[in-house]
């Protein structure tokens, strides 16, 4: 990232490097590619103990920032994830202990605690999103007495099968609500996914009826947009680190074989044609690069435009970032059916990531939504 870095800022970051590069390296997710949870669990307990799950946590709730901004703390591991392809649930479980931090409740204060030492994971159910209309919605929430009854069903769910907790979010009549549910809930089924990202384990979720207590409610019935849109802004902060991340590690991959790669006497790279590309390749990823730093401050400093560049950041990333790593596979020569060379590790982990909590499109939507109110407020 091109963040002004504190000391203790990078040495988080070069912590983390260290650490991925020691448990994580390629040659192991390959080996762990049908591994049902796809890491070991002291991994993502000694990651918690690194700080990857508390930097969005204040210091009251048991958490805390190494900078005092903990969305751009939290950058600088997301783009280690990226760079590293590395596996767990970095998005799902930082979105879920800033939902919960200041919530009372005996399962809210669980769940965190759970989330911050890295003994239990939680996943999202994002079954309405600022970016949808009302027909959109896939989960459903209802009071009944002293229960909530949740009914549809959403997916992906990433580390769904792995989760002891789920944060749902769906209609709930008078507006967004979210909910927690534990995964032993009856009515609730969860099946789990073939999906691009071979190091990352994902599911299906579906509500049939599922009731819990309603003290089981995170903010307000009907009151949870506001929280709900900071969530998608916090993801969308992890995801734009992340797949810049992966760029940098594909793009550096591809010019050292440029200039290791010989044809008729000459390296790929000296090539006229090929150097016009590289330029191309590496102008979106510096302005990757910036726009995701800027998406990380802003939201650390709750900017006005915080939601809007974080979209930005989403969209710009989630088209160019795609369309760099698969130029990176055919200057290569086309070795995205190769499962023996490391480049698809990122491919695959830029694809996804480009559809998570919110697609191209749909952040494309909120920023239109976004102009389109500015104007009528004008």
């Known amino acids: 990232m091109l963040h002004v870095l504190e000391s203790d800022q990078e040495m988080l970051r070069d912590t983390t490097a260290r650490f991925l590069d020691d448990k994580v390296p390629l040659s192991r997710l390959r080996k762990d590619r049908d591994d049902p949870a796809g890491f070991a669990p002291e991994y993502w307990t000694n990651g918690a103990e690194l700080g990857w799950t508390s930097l969005l946590v204040s210091e009251e709730d048991d958490g805390g920032s190494v900078s005092g901004r903990g969305a751009v703390d939290l950058s600088l591991i997301a783009y280690e994830f990226g760079r590293h392809a590395a ?44 970016w949808q209309c009302r027909g959109e919605q896939t989960i459903t929430i209802a009071r009944d007495g002293d229960d909530l009854v949740i009914d549809g069903a959403v997916r992906p769910v990433e580390a769904g099968a792995q989760a002891a907790w789920l944060l749902v979010s769906g209609h709930g009549g008078t507006g967004p609500t979210q909910a927690l549910v534990p995964v032993d809930a009856s009515g609730l089924t969860i099946m789990p996914l073939r999906t691009l990202d071979v190091t990352r384990r994902y599911a299906a979720v579906t509500f049939d009826k599922v009731r819990v207590p309603a003290r089981h409610l995170v903010g307000d019935f009907g009151g949870a947009a506001d929280a709900i849109a900071r969530q998608v802004d916090n993801a969308a902060v992890i995801l734009a680190a992340e797949s810049v991340g992966a760029m940098d590690a594909a793009f550096a991959m591809t010019l050292d074989y440029a200039f290791d790669r010989y044809t008729f006497g000459r390296a790929l790279a000296s090539y006229q044609a090929l150097k016009h590309r590289f ?62 060379h490391d480049l698809h590790f990122f491919l695959r982990r830029v694809a996804l990531d480009a559809v998570l909590h919110g697609t191209v499109t749909d952040h494309r939507r909120l920023l239109a939504a976004a102009r389109i109110g500015q104007e009528k407020a004008a």
């Open 87 to 130: 596996p767990g649930p970095l998005v799902d479980c930082n979105v879920v202990a800033a939902a919960l931090a200041g919530r009372s409740g005996d399962a809210q204060s669980t769940v965190l605690a759970g989330l911050l030492d890295g003994s239990l994971i939680a996943a999202c159910c994002l079954g309405t999103a600022p």
């Open 279 to 340: 330029a191309d390749l590496k102008s979106w990823l510096e302005a990757s690069h910036a726009i995701a730093d800027a998406a990380a401050e802003a939201v650390a400093d709750s900017s006005p435009l915080a939601s809007e560049t974080a979209s930005a950041a989403r969209a710009y990333i989630g088209q160019y970032g795609t369309e760099l790593v698969q130029d990176c596979v055919q200057l290569h020569g086309g070795i995205g059916v190769t499962y023996e």
